[in-house]
């Protein structure tokens, strides 16, 4: 089945302590993004990877770190983690910049 | 980068058709309009995307205005199962802008 899956779904981690959020897609798309969901703020990018090697910032990058060492997977490093960065995270991929983006089912953080 | 706006909310009445608009005035030739939509507790999906000419799919269609600064993505009977948040953004199929600003979108809301 083709699909995006994230890990994990829940995290509840305290300030300053490294996490990483796992995103990866069985679809050999070329694009990926991350985007975090606040209320009242909608859907927001925080980084996009056009392929692997290549990835540029978003709207919203401060605090985030993200890598693409291999085409399937794009993880979301937060260093630092600090209680603005909770929120719910989506990743999602598309197999260009035309055609449509493909949503994992979101991880939802709490950084106390 | 060309934005989108869109009203914070609608209704309709179950098996009737909606219409929810989406300007974009500042777009450019080179912008495709593409509608998502997020369900409760769901991460955003695809809904139908375009460049000038109205588009038909299974779940929708979509209206782009000759002009393209304004479209409209049609549900010809809404269901209790349409009631999500939608999301019309604009994304750009030149090399080297990638970044995508998703909004608010409009919360649709299904009278039984």
């Known amino acids: 089945e083709a699909q995006v899956t994230q890990n994990p779904r829940y995290l509840i981690t305290v300030t300053g302590k490294k996490l990483t959020v796992t995103c990866s897609q069985n679809?050999?798309?070329?694009?990926m993004s991350w985007y975090r969901q606040d209320p009242g703020l909608g859907l927001r990018q925080i980084y996009y990877?056009?392929?692997?090697?290549?990835?540029d910032k978003g709207d919203v990058p401060e605090g985030y770190k993200v890598s693409r060492k291999e085409k399937r997977n794009f993880p979301l490093i937060l260093e630092s983690p600090s209680p603005n960065q909770t929120s719910l995270y989506f990743c999602a991929s598309s197999y260009n910049r035309a055609n449509e983006q493909f949503f994992g089912p979101g991880t939802r953080l709490t950084v106390l | 980068d060309a934005k989108t706006t869109q009203p914070n909310s609608m209704e309709s009445n179950e098996e009737e058709p909606v219409h929810l608009p989406c300007n974009h005035s500042?777009?450019?030739?080179?912008?495709?309009i593409h509608w998502y939509r997020q369900l409760p507790s769901q991460g955003p999906e695809y809904v139908i995307h375009?460049?000038?000419s109205n588009v038909n799919n299974r779940m929708a269609s979509l209206a782009i205005a000759e002009d393209r600064k304004s479209s409209t993505l049609i549900l010809h009977r809404a269901t209790l199962r349409d009631a999500a948040v939608y999301y019309c953004?604009?994304?750009?199929?030149?090399?080297?802008?990638?970044?995508?600003?998703f909004g608010t979108g409009t919360r649709l809301t299904i009278i039984p």
């Open positions: 953004i604009l994304r750009d199929r030149n090399f080297g802008n990638e970044k995508l600003t």
């Open positions: 990877s056009m392929n692997v090697e290549v990835t």
């Open positions: 679809m050999n798309h070329e694009y």
């Open positions: 375009g460049l000038t």
């Open positions: 500042t777009i450019s030739g080179t912008d495709y």
